[in-house]
């Protein structure tokens, strides 16, 4: 028991700076929280209950608009190498998971899904509605894996 609740304080931990950015008047005076990556390549898995998955793609979708149209070079490298792949099979409990496969990753470039879409749609009424779509459609996000790539096949 004590070993559950460990993951899931560690899993809420994890997930707080996603939800909080720009919400309330103590995350409103703070700069926001960039995700950043070291490795080469990412995998960053989500899970998603089942009658959720309209509203993570229409999330993705969000996502996807706001880095074609953000006005910083380094977001086109992002979107050039950013897909995200949802497994075929649920998992146990009926949810299910979204991987998204970062190669390259673009050295210090924000990949916190809240701050890219923000930054390119400012209408704080549609930053809540993304928000809240946002953070109903997640159960959790599972794990990131980041690292050197250690082998190309294509090569």
Do not use: C
Not at 67 to 76: N, Q
Not at 95 to 105: A, D, F, G, M, S
């Amino acid at each position: 028991m004590r070993r559950l609740s460990g993951l899931l304080v560690a899993g809420a931990l994890m997930l707080l700076p996603a939800f909080s950015h720009g919400h309330g008047t103590a995350f409103a005076q703070q700069a926001p929280q960039k995700t950043t990556f070291t490795g080469d390549m990412v995998l960053w898995a989500f899970n998603v209950p089942a009658d959720k998955a309209t509203e993570y793609e229409a999330v993705m979708t969000k996502l996807k608009e706001a880095l074609t149209k953000s006005e910083r070079p380094d977001a086109k490298q992002q979107l050039a190498g950013w897909k995200v792949m949802k497994n075929a099979m649920p998992q146990p409990d009926g949810t299910l998971v979204y991987v998204h496969v970062i190669n390259p990753v673009v050295k210090d470039a924000d990949y916190s899904i809240t701050n890219i879409v923000y930054e390119v749609f400012k209408d704080p009424a549609e930053q809540k509605t993304f928000y809240d779509q946002y953070r109903g459609a997640i159960k959790a996000a599972l794990f990131i894996i980041e690292g050197p790539l250690t082998a190309d096949f294509s090569k």
